[in-house]
């Protein structure tokens, strides 16, 4: 084994390790705290609207920087481009997400809720693996190939290190349903 590859190996080994701390921290913590659905339903639904209105605004002011940028440089056309990209992703930032439109349907009953958290979590779960599973196979051929050029070494090191995290780390809809206490049937 080359020394670079024993490099890679050992960074991957130490990523995977890395991973695991905060893993295991959530499941103590999901089995020590629980909380009322409605509750960590809100609680997802507010976090995911403030993260969707702070990438709207990133995106308009990226999309008007670069509408600024390019017509000083003398390309209006890619000005034009770049300022409907970022208004564009304005847009479709301003929509709702899941957790935000679940809650809004949920009539505010706990039983409610919780069907609605444990599908934004099998949701993203599901999500969650394909996208593993993706750069796990991006990761593994790219290392095949990194016999024939180093450069794929470090495509392969970050396809399979976003595997190994993807896989390991559970998502903010997991870690809320995980916050959840049982409903009774009512």
Not at 124 to 151: C, E, H, K, Q
């Amino acid at each position: 084994m080359r020394r670079s590859h024993l490099g890679a190996v050992l960074v991957l080994f130490l990523a995977a390790v890395l991973a695991l701390g905060p893993v295991l921290s959530q499941a103590v913590q999901a089995q020590t705290y629980k909380h009322e659905p409605c509750q960590v339903l809100s609680g997802l639904a507010e976090a995911k609207k403030s993260s969707r209105e702070i990438a709207a605004w990133v995106s308009l002011a990226s999309g008007a920087a670069g509408l600024l940028l390019f017509t000083a440089l003398g390309s209006p056309i890619f000005g034009i481009i770049a300022g409907g990209i970022g208004g564009l992703g304005f847009f479709l930032n301003t929509l709702p997400s899941d957790a935000e439109r679940m809650l809004a349907n949920s009539s505010g009953q706990q039983k409610d809720c919780y069907f609605s958290l444990e599908q934004l979590s099998d949701s993203a779960r599901n999500a969650r693996y394909l996208s593993a599973i993706a750069n796990g196979v991006g990761g593994l051929a790219a290392l095949a190939f990194s016999t024939y050029s180093y450069d794929l070494l470090y495509g392969a090191l970050y396809g399979l290190g976003m595997a190994t995290y993807q896989f390991l780390m559970p998502s903010e809809e997991e870690q809320a349903f995980a916050k959840v206490a049982i409903v009774p049937a009512q």
